[in-house]
């Protein structure tokens, strides 16, 4: 199976062209998968935040700490 005209690689490739799609969007894509991976840090940062207030809210009730301790679990 061929996805391109060569039929061998013993050629000048510099003469063959792309061979492969969307060449010249590697720029724009590394972009996009940086501020992605950034979006995701700061998403998961803030949610864990908020579990880590929510479990602190449980904990400041009487008695939640010994039984957390006692149990390991909130509910």
Do not use: C
């Not at 602190?56 to 390991?72: D, F, I, N, T, W």
């Amino acid at each position: 199976m061929s996805t391109t005209m060569v039929e061998s690689w013993a050629v000048d490739l510099a003469n063959i062209g792309p061979i492969y799609p969307m060449v010249g969007t590697e720029g724009i894509l590394v972009i996009l998968g940086v501020v992605f991976w950034i979006g995701w840090h700061i998403w998961q940062i803030k949610s864990e935040n908020r579990t880590y207030a929510q479990d602190m809210e449980l904990l400041k009730k009487p008695g939640a700490m010994e039984k957390a301790m006692r149990e390991r679990r909130l509910d």
